[in-house]
Nanobody
Framework: QVQLVESGGGLVQAGGSLRLSCAAS????????MGWYRQAPGKQRELVAG???????NYVDSVKGRFTISRDNAKNTMYLQMNSLKPEDTAVYYC???????????????WGQGTQVTVSS
């Protein structure tokens, strides 16, 4: 089994910054693609940013230039630096990872429990 634990959420004023972390642990042979998703009340969950094991990144248009995704492969940890936050960034942010366990040739997708980010105007 694999556990993804997010941290770093909270309440911040518009224009402020937060840094989210996602630590992966458990039966991990390779930690493949990882990503941050968010879900606001009444809306569908959306991909915010993704990062491959090699460091290639992609972002949803609404956060480009404000958010930066990164990872530390030695620590099995992913980060999301969020700057210039806006009220519309308010959501529960979820960590997502594709993991290949030891002894397997398949990859499985795991989710964290989510962390609340609230941006006040």
């Amino acid at each position: 089994q694999v556990q993804l634990v997010e941290s770093g959420g909270g309440l911040v004023q518009a224009g402020g910054s937060l840094r989210l972390s996602c630590a992966a642990s458990g039966d991990i042979f390779t930690l493949n693609r990882m990503g941050w998703y968010r879900q606001a009340p009444g809306k569908q969950r959306e991909l915010v940013a993704g990062i491959t094991s090699g460091g290639s990144t992609n972002y949803v248009d609404s956060v480009k230039g404000r958010f930066t995704i990164s990872r530390d492969n030695a620590k099995n940890t992913m980060y999301l630096q969020m700057n210039s936050l806006k009220p519309e960034d308010t959501a529960v942010y979820y960590c997502n990872a594709d993991v290949t366990p030891y002894g397997s040739r398949y990859s499985y997708t795991y989710w964290g429990q989510g962390t609340q980010v609230t941006v006040s105007s």
